[in-house]
């Protein structure tokens, strides 16, 4: 099965709605995340002016949580898989990396949670 990104539907709870030099920022922390972070504990993976980006940890089924943060609030959220996580393949580790990206920035976009799933043949 490909990497699939869904948009859940769900709003991001207590969303903040960045103003554009805030929206940049939250760009720029996404465009630093890398494959290996996907694997990390809670805590700040990449800071950028206001924005960080910040792995909430993983639930039980390893899915992991990814969320953009402005202060207390959440501007975007994306929730990754473990068997995204698991790619071994440098190749497929970028492709499961950019994925990640993209969800983040969709939800950065449309407000709500988004899921990427799937594996690699």
Do not use: E
């Amino acid at each position: 099965m490909p990497i699939v990104k869904a948009n859940s539907g769900n709003p991001i709870a207590g969303i903040i709605v960045p103003n554009a030099a805030q929206r940049n920022a939250c760009q720029d922390v996404i465009a630093q995340l890398v494959f290996a972070d996907l694997g990390r504990g809670p805590g700040t993976l990449h800071t950028v002016g206001v924005a960080r980006l910040d792995m909430q940890g993983h639930n039980a089924a390893g899915v992991a949580n990814l969320q953009v943060q402005i202060g207390n609030s959440t501007a975007a959220c994306a929730l990754v898989a473990g068997s995204i996580q698991a790619m071994g393949d440098a190749a497929n580790q970028r492709g499961g990396a950019a994925a990640a990206i993209s969800a983040l920035n969709q939800s950065l976009d449309s407000g709500t949670i988004w899921n990427v799933t799937g594996s690699v043949p």
